[in-house]
């Protein structure tokens, strides 16, 4: 086992202002990526361009650990692929970096060496330690962390960082990536039980010694790599889920399981056709899923939380300053914001109204038993309400409702994208579409589209009175809601809200809505 990191404080990072795009090249044992983020004032990325190869740097090593010639061509002809489109897209920053197999190979430093006269790309050889805390770095940006465990499971090592407190608080790097485990136990296709059996023996003795080095149990467990998000993709699939991002997305023991049977009997060339496994995967994935089980086991959690930012997001986050760990609320706001800068949407409007909708939330929180997640859905829609302008003006709320479920808005888990989603498509009125119950059951509960509906209502009364800088106010016992507007607020309300707030609020919450006066 590698020694464990000294704990690493909060990322505080400053820089100066955020180019447009970086590109960030991450050659790891198995695969190579490169990608392409846009940038925002509101020190966030996006990617917008993303290519892939499978050099498979880590296959047929030497004894010794040394890349074997027919990698390094491998390798040298993906970094040439990649700096040329490098080029043509007039990225004017990049950052490369190699993991694992390079890491490990005596001839290594000479690789890199190779790729920078080849192609004038200057890769950075990680440490593990480096490598688990760039994985830290990137689901940081996308998730609120507390006392959880983060896995980044590549091709030649398993990274594992101890969360507490949302900073990371250690990490150990283990030889347990999907193409070494793959090529040092599995010698049949498909494998022998036997040959499982083993690797799910040694992969069950190192990972829980390291778990137990790091502290033991986690609140949850966040996986990282393209392995973990192979897997949930053919568990989204296999379950029809309806929010089709990976991010987010949980995945459970019995899906695992599911994937074991469907997988385990098939050759790799049959297991290429399974929607989510693609090729460069096909022969490695069955060691990885293995991985996955046994981390769980060890952590005592029934789950994995899948996170589709890792390596690559946290190496960009770090390059233009974002600061890390962030609450939920931060996270969302920045998204947003981000959001406003790419769409061209006004966020100074999404600003007010979803200040109001909060202030009437927060008044009738009570009385419903909403939390702190349908509070960040609001804020979410609050914000992004007005986003499908961007697409048509007349069609907007149906618009915004799509945009929230696919741009990438973060600090939200797929249950609060789903409610952000339908508070947007119903600020504008109507009634929910017939099929909303059926089309997002996997991932609400029956209860939840009767909050989505609320939550649309709050925000169609927020949206009329918003820009007045309104008070709410519960008289008679909780059944009349009065509103009034703060002096001096420079934006008086149209003389026909109240009559269109009445009967969203009559309707739905059962609320008189009158005005007070000053």
């Not at 790891?28 to 361009?49: D, I, L, P, Q």
Request: with cysteine; charged share 25%; glycine share 10%.
């Amino acid at each position: 086992m590698a020694r464990r990191a000294v704990p690493a404080p909060a990322v505080r990072v400053r820089s100066s202002a955020a180019p447009s795009t970086i590109g960030v090249i991450d050659l790891g044992s198995n695969t190579a990526r490169c990608v392409v983020f846009e940038t925002s004032r509101a020190r966030t990325v996006r990617a917008v361009f993303e290519t892939k190869e499978a050099p498979r740097l880590g296959l047929d090593t030497r004894s010794d650990g040394a890349l074997a010639p027919a990698a390094v061509a491998r390798g040298l002809s993906a970094m040439r692929k990649f700096s040329r489109t490098l080029r043509v897209l007039g990225v004017p920053r990049t950052i490369g970096v190699a993991t694992s197999a390079v890491r490990d190979a005596p001839n290594g430093p000479a690789f890199v060496r190779r790729v920078a006269t080849a192609t004038g790309v200057s890769l950075r050889i990680l440490s593990g330690a480096e490598e688990a805390r760039y994985a830290y770095l990137g689901v940081a940006g996308w998730s609120e962390l507390g006392d959880d465990l983060v896995c980044d499971l590549g091709g030649g090592s398993l990274q594992l960082i101890a969360i507490r407190h949302r900073v990371a608080d250690g990490s150990v790097s283990l030889p347990l990536g999907s193409l070494r485990l793959s090529r040092r136990f599995l010698d049949h296709d498909p494998p022998k039980r036997r040959e499982l059996d083993r690797l799910r023996a040694h992969v069950r003795r190192t990972v829980r010694d390291a778990v137990e080095a790091l502290g033991g149990r986690a609140d949850r467990l966040f996986g990282v790599g393209g392995t973990v998000r192979a897997l949930a993709r053919a568990s989204i699939e296999l379950r029809g889920f309806p929010v089709r991002r990976v991010h987010g997305y949980r995945l459970y023991g019995h899906d695992l399981e599911a994937l074991d049977e469907l997988l385990g009997p098939m050759p790799a060339a049959k297991r290429r056709s399974v929607p989510g496994i693609g090729g460069d995967r096909a022969d490695v994935v069955l060691a990885g899923l293995v991985v996955l089980e046994e981390l769980m086991r060890a952590v005592g959690t029934d789950a994995t939380v899948v996170s589709g930012a890792g390596i690559r997001e946290g190496i960009a986050l770090e390059a233009i300053g974002a600061s890390l760990p962030a609450a939920a609320e931060e996270l969302v706001e920045r998204s947003v914001t981000a959001a406003a800068e790419a769409l061209s949407f006004r966020r100074d409007h999404g600003r007010t109204v979803a200040e109001a909708a909060l202030a009437l939330f927060d008044l009738l929180r009570p009385q419903h038993g909403w939390g702190r997640s349908e509070r960040l859905a609001l804020r979410a829609a609050g914000g992004m309400h007005d986003a499908g302008i961007a697409v048509d003006l007349w069609n907007h709320a149906q618009h915004s409702s799509y945009l929230l479920q696919n741009y990438p808005v973060a600090g939200l888990d797929p249950r609060e994208v789903v409610l952000a989603a339908m508070a947007a498509y119903l600020h504008e009125g109507g009634e929910p579409p017939s099929d909303w119950k059926r089309r997002y059951l996997p991932v609400l509960v029956p209860a939840d589209l009767e909050v989505a509906v609320q939550l649309g209502a709050i925000l169609q009364l927020a949206e009329l009175v918003g820009g007045a800088r309104p008070r709410f106010r519960l008289r008679r016992g909780g059944r009349t809601l009065s509103v009034g507007f703060s002096a001096g607020s420079g934006s008086a309300p149209s003389s026909r809200w109240l009559e269109k707030a009445r009967k969203p609020m009559e309707r739905v919450f059962d609320l008189e809505v009158v005005p007070r006066e000053r």
